[in-house]
């Protein structure tokens, strides 16, 4: 979402990086674009009962597709005594190395991705993507917005902003100038088939709401989980003691892009009585997530997934998945299995550097490959979800 950090950055705000390593494990493209990616919070990660350890030393090895921070912050550092940008001499490198996940983050970008991993950001109420030749092309707008009020639609193209060319820039970049102190004006300049459009916006709080349930007949309640926000692992425990004694749940994960790892963790502490979520290393060193003992081990359940369904939200369907918790329906998921950690930069950007990867509890890794579902399905996927359940008992 434009104006929302949620499609990338880290999960981390400033003074949890001074506390140690809080580790990422994801980051798609570009900041606010409208998906949270998976990530580390100390607080959060403790709640779930992960453990977490703190960063290993310089020296521990880099495999392959990942950046040695050491040369990253060299470039950052040496930019900036010239009086050039740190991060674009870091992100060259990070560029140069073949880290896909890899990226680096100004300030604003960083703090504001931190804002949206607490439900709220300030923005005008777009997701956007790059288009063809650049062009920057809204995807969706939030109901309720600045922008859907101004009447912003899927399909527009956003021309510029405050008389800003945004065409070929990164979709960071776009966030940037559409952030900015609320209640503040915002000039959109768009193309709509074929057609100019100007409007004129004022900036707002806006608030996202990731976990939504609504109840089916036989007893199916349907927890949709759009992306691991803070909060949001604790209101599907929540969801899952007000669900209807003797029925089922489908536990919608579609188009979910992560967000932070604690809370996937407590999410999958709804359904289990303790015991391993995911491994991970970190430069080689092993480490572990186990879900906090008292979930319901018995509910029927039905994960769903698509393509969207990517990082910490693939991390929760492996857990319920090899488990025997849950059987998935869907669609293969994206395959986002790596971790990231960040580094501050001597400019205060912050670079996001792959460093290892994390399996499900039977040690498959994901990265790459995703999970196959164990019932495909396609357009109707919700529909079959159903009658997976009343296979396993649910219903009349």
């Given at each position: ?11 981390l ?9 809080v ?5 798609l ?47 950052a550092?040496?930019?900036?005594a ?6 674009s ?10 880290d ?53 639609r ?49 900036r707002e ?20 989980v ?34 932070l ?18 491994t ?56 986002k299995?790596s ?23 039977a ?5 790459g ?6 019932v ?9 979800a159903v ?9 009349p």
């Amino acid at each position: 979402m434009l104006g929302l950090p949620s499609i990338p950055a880290s999960s981390l705000r400033p003074r949890d990086q001074r506390r140690g390593a809080v580790l990422t494990l994801a980051f798609l493209a570009a900041v606010a674009a409208g998906a949270c990616t998976g990530c580390w919070d100390r607080e959060d990660g403790a709640a779930a009962a992960a453990v977490i350890a703190d960063a290993p030393a310089p020296s521990a090895p880099r495999g392959p597709g990942t950046a040695d921070r050491d040369a990253v912050a060299r470039a950052a550092a040496e930019a900036a005594a010239e009086g050039k940008s740190g991060k674009s001499a870091a992100q060259d490198v990070v560029s140069r190395s073949g880290d896909r996940w890899g990226t680096v983050y100004d300030q604003g970008e960083y703090a504001a991705f931190s804002e949206g991993l607490d439900g709220h950001w300030t923005g005008v109420g777009v997701w956007a993507a790059r288009g063809p030749g650049g062009a920057i092309e809204v995807e969706k707008v939030q109901p309720d917005s600045p922008a859907a009020r101004a009447g912003l639609r899927a399909g527009d193209r956003l021309v510029s902003v405050d008389g800003h060319a945004v065409t070929g820039l990164a979709v960071t970049d776009v966030v940037t100038l559409l952030r900015g102190e609320a209640g503040t004006p915002v000039v959109l300049n768009l193309s709509r088939d074929g057609a100019d459009l100007t409007e004129t916006v004022r900036r707002e709080q806006l608030r996202s709401e990731p976990v939504t349930v609504r109840q089916l007949g036989g007893g199916v309640t349907v927890i949709k989980v759009a992306s691991f926000t803070r909060g949001a692992g604790e209101l599907v425990r929540s969801a899952v003691r007000a669900a209807p004694a003797g029925g089922g749940v489908v536990l919608d994960l579609r188009g979910n892009p992560g967000g932070l790892v604690g809370e996937a963790v407590t999410a999958a502490s709804a359904f289990l009585d303790g015991g391993l979520v995911a491994t991970y290393d970190v430069r080689g060193d092993q480490r572990a997530l186990y879900a906090a003992p008292g979930g319901d081990t018995t509910r029927p359940l039905v994960a769903l997934v698509d393509g969207g369904t990517m990082s910490a939200a693939e991390l929760l369907t492996g857990a319920l998945q090899d488990r025997g918790r849950a059987v998935a329906v869907g669609s293969r998921t994206f395959g986002k299995g790596s971790v990231q950690m960040p580094t501050e930069l001597p400019d205060g950007s912050v670079a996001e550097l792959t460093v290892g990867t994390y399996r499900t509890p039977a040690g498959r890794s994901l990265d790459g490959g995703g999970i196959t579902p164990d019932v495909p399905a396609g357009e109707r996927a919700e529909e079959r979800a159903v009658t997976v359940l009343g296979g396993l008992g649910v219903g009349p």
